[in-house]
């Protein structure tokens, strides 16, 4: 199993400026050159630690999740890695070794490693290898729900994870699931996909989730709403709900996804931030929370 670890630097001077990035009102795509010494982030109470964020909430676009793309020196890491109680994370690795302590265990994770952390969970990060070590973060707040459970967290490694694949593709589309998709106590999946060369989506999937995408290996013919684009190993794609989406496998090795997708749970009922139902139940909107008419002068 091979995994694309960005390393930063900068592009030469003598470089074209054109590249595939784009941002649209229903998708985006950070190839990975734009993965820069300059396009870094540092966070309060992480020591030796930068991250590259490809992905945060933004009204009108995909509003679920963060996703980071996090390197760690020797002798880095945190204490105190997570400000949000309400948020759960996921933690995949792709480079070097991180020791995970969670919840009083301590976990050592090397490549494929794959940790699910629950909202509320105690955990603290560190590198205590000689090596610099890069690892997957998404984070989502928790949507809880009167009557279940909050899942507990997991520590597993790809390895240990069968594909499983689609009906009808002889294997040449799998899905590597962490967690058991069934269990509804679960707001988020983040999934590794594969496509064997030549395998494909062979429809446009249009679905209420919305996407953060990681390629690891490979590269493809991605379709993003009407425009097929051509991505590889280290290209990141940000799809919000309804995108259509599909895509086939264009090269000599595998071509492999880390996938977030948020399920499970009600549609919530609002607009631009306010209920559609006033605090009486009764369906009226006040005039001072009522959204301006399209139709309204000015």
Known sequence: MTYYVPRGGLPAQT???TERAVFTESYAVL?????SDITTSLLPHWDATRLWVLARPLSGFAETFSYYVVEVLPSGGSLRPEDD??????????????VLTLDGIEYLLAEGGYAYLAPDAAWTLR??????????WIRKSYQRVDGVDVPASVVTREADVEGVPMPDTDGAWR???????????HDMH???VTFEPGGAIPFPETHVMEHGLYVLEGKAMYLLNTDWIEVQAGDFLWLRAFCPQACYAGGPEPFRYLLYKDVNRHAAL????????SVDGRGFIPQELRLPSRLSPG
Request: aromatic share 8%; proline share 6%; hydrophobic share 35%.
């Open 15 to 17: 470089d074209l400026t």
């Open 31 to 35: 190839p990975r050159r734009t993965m």
């Open 85 to 98: 109680p309400d948020a759960e994370g996921v933690i995949f690795v792709v480079d070097g070794e991180i």
């Open 127 to 136: 590198n205590r290898g000689t090596a610099t070590s890069t690892f997957h």
């Open 175 to 185: 899905t590597k699931r962490f967690v058991d998709p069934t269990d509804v106590s």
């Open 190 to 192: 983040v999934n590794i």
């Open 270 to 277: 609002y607009q631009n931030g306010i209920a559609a139902r």
